[in-house]
Structure formats: C-alpha cells, structure tokens
C-alpha cells in the first residue's frame, strides 16, 4: 500500500506532519508513505508548482496525503506557475472528479459554531462537489478589446457526461445515509445550471428511493445558515461547491476540522484510488509556529483508509481519538482553545 | 415624483401593496404611483414577463418600486419569457448597475439570527453587487456536441470599465462609512476576477482614506458566518454578490427584512434613477395568505426616497417605524411571529 504525501505550503507542512504520525503510530503491515514537494515549495525548488516527479508519483500510489497550497509571494506569476494549479493539476490529470466534504458538529463542540447550539446540533451533512468541470477548467484569459480596453473571462460549462457521473456518486452517498439529496444551482440564470438540472433529474430515475430536491445556490447559501439540518447529501458544481463548503465549515466550528476525499473511477487492489486533503488553505500568516489544527488532515488521512485502502476500521479508530480528544477539552487555537499543533497530534496518537 | 410600481408574483403583490399604503401615508405632495404587470403575471396577460408597456413606463418613472418575481409553473417556458427575465431585463435595459445591500441587525432582533447573538450584534456591512455583467449577461446555450452529447455552457466575463464604475460606487460608500472595503472574487482560479482585483487596485489609489483588502468568494462565505462584524463594504461581482447577500440575511435574522437599491448613474430631477425591491423572492407556497413580511419592501421604499427622492426625513422617518414595530414585537412568521402581512404594514403606518 503506497501513499504519496504532499505537504505543500505554510501549514500544509505541519498539519501533514502530524497525520503522517498517527499513520505511523497504527503500525499499518505493508504501508510505504513517499513524500514530493508541491505547490509554492516546488516551484521555489523545482521551477512548477506541479513537477512532473511528484504528478508521476501521486499517478502510482494507491491514495495521495495532500496538506495545502498557496503563498501570496506567488501571485504575480503567470497563472500555470501559481501553486493552485498543483491541487488543480492533480485533480483533473488524475481524474478525481468526485469530491466529499463531510460536515458533523463534533459532541461538546455546540458551543464553538458560530451558529446558535440548537441549529448547530442539527447538522449532519455531506456536500458532494464535482471537481473536474466547471468555470475552473473551461478556456479562460484577459484580453485587450479593440479600443484598448481589459476584458477577462472565464468559460463556464458542464457535459452531460460529467454531470451524470457525479449524480450517480451523490445518489449512491445518499443511499448510504438518509436517502435525500439536494442538487444546488442556479438554473433560473444560467444554461450550464440548467443542463445540470435536466441530468440529475434523468438520474433520479434509477434510484427511485432516493428523495431529490433542487434549490438555487443563493437560497442555499441562506438555509445552510438558517436551517443545516434540513440537508442530507448535497450535489454541485465546482465553483459551488467551494463556496457551499467553506460556509460549511464555520456551522461546524472551524475550519480546522473539516475535511475532504476527491476520488475518481479508477479502483486499486484495496479501494477506490483519492487524494485526500483538508478543506483548509496555507494559512501563509500562522505557518511554522506551531498554531495550525491539524485535526483535518488527521481526518482526512482517516478518510484515506476507508476509501481508499478498505481500513475502515482503522479509520474509525483515528475519527474516534480525534473526537475523544476534542471532548477532552484538546482544543487548537481555532476553536478558542490553546493546543499547539503537536499537542494536539500527541493527543490523538495517545488515544489510538 | 412619478414612481413606477411592479408588484410582480407571488408574495410581491402584497408586500407591495403594504409598501405603497406606508407612502401614502407619507402623503407626499406631488407623489404619483404608476401601476404595471411584471413577471409570471405579465407573461400571463401580455406574453412577456417584460411587456415593452412596462419597461417604457420604468424608463420614464423616478424610481421604481419592485415586489419579487418567480412562478414554478414557468419553469418549462423558453428562457427569456421566464418571469426571472422581467428583474434582469430592467437591470440591463435601465443600466442600473450597482445594488447596494445593506445588512443590519435590527435592536432586540440578536436571537432571531441564525448566529449567535454576540457574533450576530456586531453585523453592520453593505454588499455593492454589480449588476450588469458577470455570468448572467454572457453568451450561453445548451448545444449538442458532435458524438450527440448535451453540454451546457455560459459565459463570465468583466470588462474594465464594468468593473470600474462599480468600484467607484463601492469607495464612495465606503467613504460615508467606516472607510473599510473588502473586494470579494476568485482570482486565484479565474481570470474575470484576475482583471476584476487589478482594476479594484488601481480605482483604490483615488481613495487613498479607504482601506482596501481583497478576499476569496469561498473564504468570504466562511468569514460572514465567523465574523461578520469584520465587514463594512463588500464590493463583488454579481454572482458572488447573489449569493453573500442571500447568506448575509441570515445572520440578520431573516430575508423578510432586507431592502435593496439598484441603482444607475442617470440623475432625475431628485436623486438618483434606481430600482428598489426586496432580496427575498416571490415564495408561491405563501402567496395570498397574508403570511409574508412587508418589512423588506418597506424598507425599500424608505431606500427609493432617500436615493431617489431626496426625501432623507421621510426615509428616516419609514426605518424608525419599523424599528420600533420590531422593538415592540411586531414579528412576523418569518421571525417566529405571529404578524400578518396587513398587520405589519398597520403597525409600521401608526408609528409613522
Ligand atoms: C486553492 C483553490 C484553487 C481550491 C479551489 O477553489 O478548489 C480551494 O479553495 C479548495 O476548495 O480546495
Ligand atoms: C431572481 C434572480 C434572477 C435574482 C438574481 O439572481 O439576481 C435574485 O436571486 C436576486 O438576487 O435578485
């Protein structure tokens, strides 16, 4: 079983650091971690964000530990050299198409959404966001006008295809949980929402038991707020998505607990091939200084066995110290506590 | 003062009526209100959400005072005789560019917020939202591709001067501020919002007494559920702006209170030429049952009067009405109330 380990930029480091030591500390018989810059790091150190050793390395293992990218030194390069383009690269190079964002309020932790306790309990939600499409992949540029004016723009577009294959990935997660799925978009504005609809409704048909509601993004974006607990499984678009699952995140708390599995179609011997990473970002202004949670990486390590090498488990072993931890009061700054980013890795370690 | 008034669908016909009762008893001399069909029920009567008769009676008011628009039975019809079409067509035939939405919590409304109340009494921002441009008004279409799939696309874009103009009315706000403006967009993925920062960047250098920060659209969608009191002025684009500001409602309490003003640069007689409506919908599941809450579109009006009009007193004068119907517990169904459409415009007549 090979793991290729991405730690990327800023905390990325540190956060990875720490799940790759409750990895170690399960004694997994078989298990080969690799390690290869990313991001920022690689381009300082390799000239691309995405370096074609690392890409081939990721290609070969059997699951990816990815911690973040992104540095703000970097933003005036060209766009193909900034570090997003690793995660972005890897995404689409490998085909991880399917991404999903669990969010659950953790026991004791009513108090630390910024959500009122009794909506906040409520919550128990996974946001599934397509990953390969989208304005984020479509043709793109900044263009002089002919009377010398800037012009940018984005293609934004979905195929039926690339609909239909996450559809089937959210029908069968809700089949998995309360059987009701919500598809968020923005059909009465736009025809790639529209598309979106038309499809997920041809979907519909094969899971009869399945109960499918749509709602618009900005409504969405509202009830998520008002009432998260009126949502089982999510379906939606890249750009969405993003959106939708940041938002998430502070409902439950914080985002240093949240995290996120992109998988595609292709199957290894022991599960379904993924990268694994925390919603999270760099975190450029707290790196290296021992502040950074690195609960959603350790989470998404957790994710990492259960999808992608069949330890399920083992993964419910990591979910539950993490949650023994933060009932213990182990909380990171994030959550207004006072664990450094260590601690907190010993903590879960301890609790194994 | 000639104000056109487009009740439209759904629940936009009451609240409406309560909005045009609260200025009448204003008894404003020399007011005079124009009736006319918009939307879903437009589409009905004349064929078209937007009936020219509509539009040139728009052109030629002071202001308008617009309800909502929406109809699930229209969902089948061909894009552009979708009532939708009658908001966005007013917004691009009238050039009215710029949307100002303001999110304030109301005194002794902390426990209606969805927040928790220490983090919901420090709101008090206004979301700029572009209007004219963005994904809405590109080039779009379901196609069949070549192998005989469907693919849905749209197209995003931002000019220079787009971007520019609304800037300009970003600062300026900021100015009669708290001299904060955080410019939301997605520059680290798209090149509309990569022209968008660097035009943002250069108008910044006209208010040098502003301070400027820049954010991503995700990150933006966390930080106004953490923290919302960290904002003052927003200024995005109109995707982004749809959806924060549907968000932002939440953390007022409700959508039933939040006004909006479109506005554009052509100067009447009095003001500014603006559109100005609730940002809630036209919720058929409640429609004629006295079930909705006027405030948002009374509100609106207070807006239209004072950007419009000239009639800061008057505006005023509306606001502290409905301050002290909510002081009083003056709530409607959406705040947990038991206020009636009707009744809410009573109580916010009689404190006039
Ligand atoms: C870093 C960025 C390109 C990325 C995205 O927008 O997908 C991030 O926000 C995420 O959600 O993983
Ligand atoms: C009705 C719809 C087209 C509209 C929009 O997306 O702009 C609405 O959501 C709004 O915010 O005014």
């Given at each position: 079983m090979k793991i290729a380990v991405l730690p990327g930029d800023g905390i990325g480091q540190e956060v990875t650091q720490e799940a790759v030591r409750v990895l170690e500390a399960l004694d997994l018989p078989g298990l080969s971690l690799e390690w290869a810059d990313v991001g920022a790091t690689a381009y300082r150190a390799h000239g691309h964000p995405l370096p074609p050793a690392t890409l081939e390395l990721a290609r070969g293992a059997d699951a990816i530990l990815f911690g973040a990218v992104g540095d703000f030194d970097c933003d005036h390069l060209e766009r193909h050299l900034r570090p997003e383009q690793a995660i972005l690269g890897l995404r689409s190079e490998l085909?991880?198409?399917?991404n999903l964002r669990p969010a659950t309020l953790f026991d004791g932790l009513e108090g630390m959404s910024a959500l009122r306790p009794e909506i906040a309990r409520q919550i128990d939600l996974v946001i599934v966001r397509e990953l390969n499409g989208d304005v984020y992949f479509g043709d793109k540029a900044i263009e002089t006008l002919p009377d010398g004016e800037r012009?940018?723009?984005?293609?934004?577009?979905?195929?039926?295809?690339?609909?239909?294959?996450?559809?089937?990935?959210?029908?069968?997660?809700a089949r998995g949980r309360k059987e009701r799925l919500c598809s968020v978009d923005k059909a009465n504005v736009l025809e790639t929402s529209q598309l979106w609809r038309d499809v997920v409704i041809e979907v519909a048909k094969e899971y009869p038991d399945v109960t499918l509601d749509h709602m618009y993004v900005d409504?969405?974006?509202m009830q998520l707020v008002k009432n998260p607990g009126q949502?089982?499984?999510?379906?939606?678009?890249?750009?969405?998505?993003?959106i939708l699952s940041?938002?998430?995140?502070?409902c439950v708390g914080s985002i240093g607990l949240l995290a996120s599995a992109a998988l595609g179609e292709r199957q290894t011997e022991y599960g379904t091939f993924g990268l694994y990473e925390p919603i999270h970002g760099s975190?450029?202004?707290i790196a290296g200084?021992?502040?950074?949670?690195p609960m959603a990486t350790i989470l998404s390590a957790a994710m990492l066995l259960r999808h992608s090498l069949g330890l399920v488990d083992q993964a419910d072993c990591i979910e539950a110290a993490v949650s023994g931890a933060l009932a213990d009061g182990v909380l990171g700054l994030d959550l207004g506590g006072e664990a450094g980013t260590r601690e907190i890795g010993d903590a879960v370690i301890s609790r194994l």
């Open positions: 085909t991880l198409f399917a012009r940018g723009w984005d293609m934004m577009s979905y195929t039926e295809s690339e609909v239909r294959r996450i559809a089937h990935v959210a029908f069968r997660a409504n969405a974006a949502f089982d499984v999510v379906v939606t678009g890249n750009l969405f998505g993003d940041d938002q998430a995140s502070m975190a450029p202004d200084q021992d502040k950074a949670n």
